[in-house]
């Protein structure tokens, strides 16, 4: 089947990938010309693992290919998806000025019966825009007769361990009301359904929401976790006991419960956002998701706090190391981490700054510049000559990291550990101050 995917990012890359190793024809196409040379001359321009290897195999094997050229990518293909950013606006709503761009392309260059795929994250109602903006297309170009359909098929795949949850989804929802592209769409994704992954089908609007509805819930278990962790700090509690007293309850379960600096990335901040902005617009409150991105962002400023709390206001001439920059894991992507912002504020205040990150260091380099930063390959390379150590990011490097060379290395064995990454009383043993989340100074 020929697939065209529209947006060659962190979703349009994998998700084209893996359509291609289920046996699919696949045109990546962006319009990004630095993205697609990269990717012709076989470089990712994304870490995510596992990818690299697939996606050299599908090119190897001529299922996947990639194209500046979207009108004749469009013109080939019968399944045509949409993955292209959705930023927020100034109001917090969904910027879709990506997502209709590419469906005017759509408009201008289907030549025969097309399945439009929403993957981009849109907001409730956007399928229902697409399909007017094409009909006028079709009309302006005399085509009224051209059929084509319109399916929301969102995306659940978490950077990281992107490849794996794609091909092995835990559901595939699928939202249209029309029984043709049910077909199709349960043909395209029989490699999967066969091996007894669920596909759901819904209407299309049910099918948008289900995309915020579940990054809403996951963002409040995080925030929830973090309430807790300010509570377990005022009355002694150790929040990683209370998460073990609690997951063992099958009605709540283990995922999301971790407290930390706050979740990141592109999705929770925006689609948090995003609908409370779609409610808000409807004359609906939304009291839980305002609490969920209010305890977010006050969470995003805890290791900031801390370094304040222990060096007091004025930092000046401080030099202080930082351990992580990506938002989570496994990934490169540094948009909305708390790493970033913390950064900002730091240096705001002339802390001269270290910073390492297995794979990050280049987007943070674009993001952050050199203003009192130095970017270093090494993780204890950048302790060297540090007054403390902040931790943002859970990467199992610095797990098993050795305690004895950071403390010799530290000009002051003082660890901010955002992420709950080391015991509380052994740190006291080895003779550090300790701070992480929800836990005993
Ligand atoms: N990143 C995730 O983990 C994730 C998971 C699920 C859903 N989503 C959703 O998927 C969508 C894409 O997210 P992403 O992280 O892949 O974004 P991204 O910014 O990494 O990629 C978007 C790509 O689209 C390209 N593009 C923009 N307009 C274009 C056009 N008219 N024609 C061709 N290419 C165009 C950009 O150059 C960019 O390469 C968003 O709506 C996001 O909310 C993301």
Known sequence: MKICMIGTGYVGLVVGACLAEMGHEVICVDNNPAKISALLNGQLPIYEPGLERLVERNVLESRLSFSLDISESVAQSQFIFIAVGTPPAEDGSADLTYVMKAVEQIGASIRDYAIVITKSTVPIGSSERIRGIIEEQLKNRGLTDLEFDIVSNPEFLREGAAVNDFLNPNRIVVGSSNPRALAYMEKLYLPLTSKGFPIVHMDIA????????????????????????????????????????????????????????????????????????????????????????????????????????????????????????????????????????TIEQLRKRGVQIHVHDPVALQNAYQALGEENIKYFTGPYQALMDADALLIFTEWKQYRSADLGRIKSLLKQPVLFDGRNLFNPYMMKEEGFVYQSIGRMK
């Open 206 to 341: 049910s099918a948008e929401l289900a995309k915020y509805a579940s990054n809403a819930m996951l963002a409040t278990r995080i925030s929830f976790m973090n309430e807790m962790a300010g509570i377990c700090e005022a009355v002694g509690a150790d929040i990683e006991r209370v998460r073990q007293g609690m997951e063992l309850d099958h009605r709540i379960g283990s995922y999301f419960l971790s407290a930390g600096v706050g979740y990141g990335g592109s999705c929770f901040p925006k689609d948090v956002r995003a609908i409370i902005q779609s409610a808000t617009e409807r004359n609906i409150p939304t009291h839980i998701l305002e609490a969920v991105d209010k305890v977010n962002h006050k969470q995003k400023q805890k290791l900031f706090e801390m370094v304040v709390g222990h060096f007091g206001e004025d930092l000046k001439g401080l030099r202080l190391a930082v351990w992580g920059l990506s938002f989570k894991p496994e990934t490169d992507d540094i948009r909305e981490a708390p790493s970033i912002e």
